[in-house]
Structure formats: structure tokens, C-alpha cells
């Protein structure tokens, strides 16, 4: 074999080696990725129906109940609402009418089902996602009384 043939069937195999290596990061990112839905969002159908994602915004107040390990409660972002489902323990500082993430999917009856709730940690935190949606909300909704 040619030295010139040498070099193309190496450069070649470093191509391959290389393109795999690629799918197989990409193909780990796309089935570790999840993505963030406002209750309105959620409401409206924008959701998807089959994959992980997560909802946030506040607890609303009244609206946790417990039975036995089964935990239920609505987010909402004052606009919209979504009832949520979660099975096992709740993080500490969760309560009524403060900032919450849940991750999970929408069950066959149209129930958020939670296998992650994640909660504010201190006096002066939200998590981001669930501001921007509390803060769009409330711009919409603004938006709407001033109308005539």
C-alpha cells in the first residue's frame, strides 16, 4: 500500500472514530434534556405528552393534600394552574404559596405526575424559571384589565 493510501484510510478512521463519538454525546444530551412549561403553557397544550419536563411556579394556598405517601397540590403562575401528583417525601421548606419546581409527565387522566419536586431554599430565592412565569403572568394579566 502507498504511503498516500496510508494516510486517507487513517484520516478516514479518525473520521469515523470521531463521528461516533459525536452521535453517541449527542444522543446521551437529547435523552438527558428536559425542558421548563409555565401551568399556562401547560394548559394550553404546549407540553409534551409523552416525555419528562418540568412546571413551576407557586403552590396554591388551600390546595395540598396528603394521603398517606401520595402528595397532591396545584402550581400555579396566577394565571393558570396545574394539579400535581407527587409520591414520597417533600422537600422541607416546601409550603403553600411559595415557590416550587416539579419535575415528571402527564398521566393518561391529564395529571402532572412528579417524580422530582424541588422547593426555594431560602427567604430570598425563586428558582428562575418559576419568576420569569409568575412575572409573565402577571403582565398578562395586566395586560387584560386594562383593555377595555
Known sequence: MKPRHKRLMFILGGLSVLAVAAALVL???QSNLVFFFTPTQVANGEAPKNRTFRVGGMVKE????????????????TAKEITVSYQGMLPDLFKEGKGVVA????DANG????DEVLAKH???YM??????????????????????
Open 27 to 29: 444522543n446521551a444530551f
Open 62 to 77: 388551600g390546595s395540598l393534600k396528603r394521603n398517606a405517601m401520595v402528595v397532591n397540590f396545584a402550581v400555579t403562575d
Open 103 to 106: 419535575q415528571g409527565k402527564i
Open 111 to 114: 395529571q402532572f405526575v412528579a
Open 122 to 124: 431560602d427567604e430570598n
Open 127 to 148: 428558582p428562575p424559571e418559576a419568576k420569569h412565569a409568575l412575572d409573565q403572568a402577571a403582565a398578562a394579566k395586566t395586560a387584560q384589565s386594562v383593555k377595555p
